[in-house]
Structure formats: C-alpha cells, structure tokens
C-alpha cells in the first residue's frame, strides 16, 4: 500500500477535511484526516490493519496499546492480525490510564497503534504508560504521520502507511488567510 492509495482512501471516504481546523496539538492546519470516517467500514478496516500489521510484524510485539479514541479501531485489526492482545487507553483527569483491569507485565513487548499523528505527543504518553507499566513499547504503527519533513524523535522504531507534507501552524503563526476561516475541532 503507498502513500497515494491511504491518500486516495481518505479523499474518496470524505475523510481527508479542508478548512481551519485546531489539532490535538494545539496546531492549526488547513487539513485533518477524519479516520473515523475513513474506518466505518470494515473491509477498509480488514485492509489497512493488514497493511500495518504487514509494517510492523518484525517488531515482535506481545500486545497492541492504543490510546483512545483514535487508535482503537485501528489498534484493535492490527492486534488481531499480529495474534496478540489488544489493550486501550483512555482518559482520566486529562492523563492517559489503563483502566478496566487492563495490566502489563514486566518486559512485556508492546506497540502503539495511532491513526494519526502531527507531533507524537499522544503516542509518547502512551509510551510512557507502558513504560510506567513495567512494559517494554517495541515500536509505533500510524495510518497517516502528517509531520511531514517535521521529524520528531521517538526512541523506538516509527512505522506509517502513509507520510504526508501537510501544513501546520501554531497560534501565533496561522497565515492570514486561514485566519479569516473560522477555526473547528472536529475531534479523532
């Protein structure tokens, strides 16, 4: 699967937004990938967490985390398509938690599995659950990574279906003529 097939998904799913829109981060950007719409069918779910499981499957991983909601569609077909468990976190008084009797073991090898990311800071919350966790994360799993040229460090491996050039703008940088469009958080 290339860049341009996860691209054309989005476009011909009505998934790929155009406008003002506020990010997780905080950023604004003229484009936001709405996976929830790019996965409300599960033929396109089947296909693209094959292709990610596909990305990742050398990492060894025991179990998938994902943070919710983004990744939990998404996190939950890799995980079936590796064979391993699939846990989720979610959020309490603004911090990721395992909740629901969810643990992980010492050493435990796990992956984090995203639908989308701009500068990593939900996966690296998520890294660092695990690591309070005992567990070992082993790499990160993306559909779409829109830091485009924008790299960020990880300490473990980064895999993604597809890498995007997007343009993304803090507060106090938003270019005039996306200023005068009305700004919105459609959510993940």
């Given amino acids: 699967m290339t860049d341009q097939n996860v691209i054309d998904h989005f476009r011909d799913t009505g998934a790929l937004l155009e406008g003002h829109f506020v990010l997780r981060s905080g950023m604004h950007s003229r484009q936001f990938f709405q996976c929830a719409l790019a996965l409300q069918f599960m033929p396109d779910v089947e296909r693209l967490g094959a292709a990610l499981a596909d990305r990742v499957r050398s990492l060894d991983s025991e179990t998938v985390v994902a943070p919710a909601m983004g990744g939990l569609v998404i996190g939950?077909?890799?995980?079936?398509?590796?064979g391993t468990r699939f846990l989720f976190a979610d959020k309490i008084d603004g911090q990721l938690a395992l909740r629901r009797g969810f643990k992980i073991a010492a050493g435990e090898r796990c992956l984090v599995v995203e639908d989308?990311?701009?500068?990593?800071?939900?996966?690296?919350?998520?890294?660092?659950?695990?690591r309070s966790r005992g567990g070992q994360p082993v790499g990160v799993a993306v559909i779409v990574n829109r830091s485009g040229s924008q790299d960020f460090e990880l300490d473990v491996p980064l895999m993604q279906l597809a890498r995007v050039e997007v343009d993304n703008f803090a507060v106090d940088e938003i270019p005039a003529d996306l200023a005068h469009i009305p700004a919105v958080k459609p959510g993940s």
């Fill in 76 to 82: 939950q077909e890799v995980a079936r398509r590796l």
């Fill in 116 to 130: 989308v990311i701009t500068k990593g800071g939900r996966v690296r919350e998520t890294l660092e659950l695990i």
